[in-house]
């Protein structure tokens, strides 16, 4: 059983309305917190593989240790072109183990109809 839990605050230009010409592309900043907790089953860990199609070895999945919950702090700009947004991601804990990014950049994009 695993719990997760994320929140998003959205910014709505309090920072970027106060530079004129990012002020005219609309971009907006956000943050993101997220913390999960529980465990993996042992059928989900025998279903991922340890290899990528290429053979590449890929980032282990652990159990979590001690009941401690996993933690990431995130933040980033959203609204470019209106339908894409960047962001960074920080790992707070479980630094320790191999073949860990401590540090991510995701790219977004959010198209509706």
Known sequence: ???????TH???GVLFNHIPWINKLKLRN???HKVAYG???NTNLRVNSIVDSEGKRTSPIYN??????YFELGYG???I????SIGMVHRLNYLN???VRKIGINFGLNLQF
Request: hydrophobic fraction near 45%; aromatic fraction near 18%.
């Open 10 to 12: 959205h910014f709505e």
């Open 1 to 7: 059983m695993a719990i997760h839990s994320s929140y």
């Open 97 to 99: 183990l191999p073949n």
């Open 77 to 79: 700009i959203e609204n």
């Open 81 to 84: 072109f209106k339908i894409a």
């Open 39 to 41: 465990t993996i089953s």
């Open 30 to 32: 956000f943050a993101v």
């Open 64 to 69: 979590f240790r001690n009941y401690e919950p």
